[in-house]
């Protein structure tokens, strides 16, 4: 599906961001991955290229800082010669009441998850301008389209993805790059696993198909929207959510 294919997913080694880059190796696309602390997972990642035929290469960014995100794009087009497809995966969360929660909790998390999108769009619309192809993919929340509470700074940040997503959209659809969010519901991963049974049960209530999605449920609609079966759709928020906001 992605022969030739170049890729580059912010986050790739925990939950959906190594499932989206192990999809699309599968599928015969060469990857770079960007990772913030773990040298070991990003290792793991790394050894996986060999199973699958594929390129599967990680390096160390912080994706809120554009320096750091410029070299990253730098090396994936050394190492991998073009870039046509771009994952924007990077989030973290730093819940609290917004009457608790500090100013400093409030910007990071901003900084994390919409700055990076803008840092990595800006740095591949060039490259993908000058081949006229493109496809960037970026990972929001359904809780962007309902809000949450003890979340504002993450909210926030993901209703700002779909914002700038559909602005992108627009600005470069004459350039044949497509650019489309998902937004995943309830996602078996770190960043939900601390939750109370109680918690864990009363978010199932809210979900339709009453179970929880795997990482491979988000990568599975991040390569097709990735892939030619999507030529003809951008500007689309696509919730993968067992029908939680339907």
């Known amino acids: 599906m992605f022969k030739n294919k170049k890729a580059i997913v912010t986050g790739g080694t925990r939950g959906i961001g190594r499932a989206i880059v192990l999809d699309l190796a599968a599928n015969g696309c060469d990857v770079v991955f960007t990772y913030f602390s773990s040298e070991e997972a990003a290792k793991n990642l790394e050894s996986e290229s060999g199973k699958l035929g594929v390129k599967i290469l990680g390096i160390k960014a912080d994706a809120s800082k554009f320096e750091e995100a410029e070299e990253s ?55 993908m301008m000058k081949q006229r192809y493109g496809r960037i993919i970026n990972i929001s929340s359904v809780v962007a389209l309902i809000g949450n509470p003890g979340q504002a700074n993450y909210v926030a940040s993901k209703a700002g993805v779909i914002g700038l997503t559909k602005s992108l959209a627009r600005e470069l659809a004459s350039r044949n790059i497509t650019v489309n969010a998902v937004a995943p519901g309830y ?41 030619s079966s999507a030529d003809y759709i951008t500007g689309q928020v696509i919730t993968v959510d067992g029908g939680m906001t339907m």
Do not use: C, H
């Open 73 to 127: 794009v730098q090396f994936t087009l050394e190492n991998l010669g073009n870039l046509d497809i771009l994952v924007n995966n990077v989030g973290i969360t730093k819940d609290n009441l917004i009457l608790r929660m500090s100013e400093e909790d409030f910007d990071s998390v901003l900084s994390a998850n919409l700055k990076s999108v803008y840092n990595y769009s800006k740095l591949v619309i060039r490259p």
């Open 187 to 227: 996602v078996s991963t770190d960043m939900t696993k601390d939750l109370t049974e109680a918690q864990k049960e009363a978010m199932l209530n809210q979900v339709p198909l009453k179970r929880i999605a795997e990482p491979i449920d988000i990568a599975k609609v991040v390569s097709f929207l990735a892939s």
